[in-house]
């Protein structure tokens, strides 16, 4: 299938016009970074991660909103698994305020009271994020634990001592989630399996091993063009994927918040879309050039100019064809795959149209003036 036939596009020659084009989006997308910034998720900045299992499966929307109206912050709420009935929640959040604490705390005293009356214990000792609690005997001290294990606190013996009667209870975010949802889940049995907190320091860790991972793959793929073709390839085509992500970097700062509902933190998932746009844009890149060498060989009397965009014409039909299909895919997940598939498609989708721009654009002009110049307008193979 070929939407175009004996087309003969100068794509070469209004270069110096799409050079100042890619500048200006570079410069622009660079400076929205700076003035604007970028949001980090809970993966880079540090967080909370609870996975609470639910007896049926529930829906993504309804706990989203429970969790967002506890005040835990923004929250990210996605399945966990390979079944729908457990879900992770993420918040930023790696403590429970003072007034959210003590709230817990009342929960705990009714909680606790099913089994003794008021009188009969007391809170001995507070701390950032736990309870001591005096009972009024050893085996009422383990009835009490055992009673609040089976409502999901994290509750234990202070100490091993054959007359303690001290119960332990720590308190953290996922107590807080818990009680939250209860209030909205009453036809539903769930319980928390898993709490992990992401400190400051392994979220800058990770920030660190991202841009590494994303350089990293820049200069593999130098290399990789540089023994496939020439290195003067090579510098075209990363050079290009540089301006595809720093143009896709200032889109997403940009549009991060501008549009309700289009929540766009650098998150794993969007980190994911880098990759993946570096490596679908790089592949159709390397069509170009791998015509461009072709016909080097077939026309060799022919000029350099016209040999190149005589290339670009005969693979612009695959190349719209291409970048259009998955276009159209990564659109249907942007709009319907939700919430937590929104900044992965917006990131690609952004990525496919410059990945494009710059297959046709950039990399083969920057190898032809590199030519050109260095050269003497002789390539070859």
């Not at 050079?19 to 989006?25: A, E, K, L, Q, R």
């Not at 390979?82 to 604490?101: C, G, K, M, Y």
């Not at 091993?160 to 209030?183: A, F, H, P, T």
């Amino acid at each position: 299938m070929r939407l175009f036939e004996n087309i003969n596009i100068d794509f070469l020659g209004k270069r110096n016009i799409f050079y100042i084009i890619s500048i200006s989006f570079i410069v622009f997308g660079l400076l929205t970074v700076a003035i604007k910034g970028l949001e980090y998720g809970i993966d880079f900045k540090g967080g909370t991660e609870v996975v609470v299992s639910f007896n049926k499966p529930v829906n993504l929307s309804d706990v989203r909103a429970s969790a967002s109206n506890i005040g835990i912050g923004n929250v990210e709420v996605k399945t966990f698994g390979a079944t729908s009935e457990n879900v992770l929640i993420r918040t930023p959040l790696q403590d429970i305020s003072t007034e959210q604490f003590d709230k817990i705390v009342s929960t705990l005293r009714k909680t606790i009271e099913t089994i003794v009356p008021d009188t009969l214990y007391q809170i001995k000792e507070k701390t950032a994020n736990a309870i001591v609690v005096t009972l009024p005997s050893p085996d009422t001290a383990a009835l009490v634990t055992e009673y609040l294990l089976s409502n999901g606190f994290q509750a234990g013996l202070y100490s091993q001592e054959e007359n303690n009667r001290d119960v332990i209870i720590r308190v953290g975010i996922s107590d807080l989630i818990r009680e939250g949802l209860k209030e909205k889940f009453t036809n539903y049995k769930f319980e928390i399996i898993k709490e992990d907190k992401v400190g400051p320091k392994i979220g800058k860790e990770l920030r660190r091993d991202a841009v590494i991972a994303i350089l990293l793959s820049l200069i593999v793929i130098l290399i990789y063009l540089g023994f496939r073709f020439k290195f003067v390839f090579g510098v075209g085509a990363v050079l290009a994927l540089f301006h595809d992500v720093l143009v896709t970097l200032g889109f997403v700062s940009l549009f991060n918040g501008l549009i309700p509902g289009l929540n766009l933190e650098i998150t794993q998932s969007v980190i994911a879309a880098f990759l993946t746009l570096v490596g679908f844009s790089v592949n159709d890149t390397v069509v170009v050039f791998d015509r461009i060498r072709e016909n080097l060989k077939i026309h060799k009397t022919m000029d350099l100019k016209s040999l190149f965009n005589m290339s670009i014409n005969r693979t612009l039909s695959r190349t719209i064809l291409t970048s259009g299909t998955v276009f159209l895919v990564i659109l249907a997940l942007l709009l319907f795959g939700g919430e937590v598939n929104r900044g992965f498609a917006f990131t690609f989708m952004i990525g496919i149209i410059t990945g494009t721009y710059s297959s046709i654009y950039v990399a083969s002009a920057i190898v032809y003036d590199w030519t050109m110049k260095r050269k003497k307008g002789k390539i070859e193979f």
